[in-house]
């Protein structure tokens, strides 16, 4: 067989496997495009409910709910917005199951095992983190910007007694305004939900280790600090209950992480693998290797 031969053969595979992702992501597009617009078909009964926290809210102060368009092309682009994220919510079971069929091919039957939970825990966390932002923290938020104004005659005359106590301050929002900032809450919100299936998957291919999580959570609080005061808006509240939910995720993690280490020693110690005589050499200050070593001795 010729050198050019050889060469050939070996790029065979490689076109085999650009020509699976090429096959995956045009069915992921594909469903992806039908979820739009089917999301498009109902873009206004979706926007209606994704309004009902600040309902909700603009009811106990008495105001009626009403958002305006304050450009010609606004409601076109609010449906657009509508359907992007409706479509992607709709397709990701089918994205996500055409990337398992990508990679299942090329695992072990261990590795399938062990990522096909990860899989179906991804959209399910997500999915508790958009539904958290939704009903908890977006009406919390709206109810904190909303005690801003002051209402008073609603439109009304406004008499030399009224001005003298202050204005009537009417809230009149705009659609794609409000509709940027829920969507902001709700991806937000989904993604951070995702960090106990990222580092527990990471722990599982051996990348991070509960200790080293433990040992730099000094720095994952500075870091969760940032992120939530880049994702949400510029309010106190807002970002302490992002900050709070973040970091009790990360503490989840740390102990999903070690859950996964023992198991993989136990396994490992089933399998004899395990030296605890070399676990003792490793850590020789430990009372209890120490108390081990020497009940050996005796």
Known sequence: MSKTDE?????????????????RLIHSVLAFIVGMVICFTVATPVFNFLTAPLCEVLAESGQDCALIFISPQEGFFVAIKISFLGGFILAFPYIG???????????YKSEKGAFLPFLVASPFMFLLGASFAFYVVTPLAYDFFLGFQQFGSGG??????????????VFQGSAQEYLNLTIKFIVAFGLCFQLPVLLTLMGKAGLVSAEGLGSVRKYAVVAILVLA???????????????????GLYEVSIFLVRRVEAKREAKLRAEGYYDDDEEMETHPDDPVAADAEDGKGT
């Open 156 to 169: 009304e005359a406004v008499t030399s007694e009224e001005v003298n106590q202050g204005l009537s301050v």
């Open 229 to 247: 005061a880049l994702v949400t808006p510029p309010d106190v509240i807002t970002q302490i209950i992002l900050f709070v939910v973040v970091y």
């Open 97 to 107: 199951f055409q990337m398992w069929r990508f990679v299942a091919p090329g695992l």
């Open 7 to 23: 060469i050939d053969d070996s790029t065979a595979p490689l076109i085999e496997h650009l020509a699976e992702l090429r096959t």
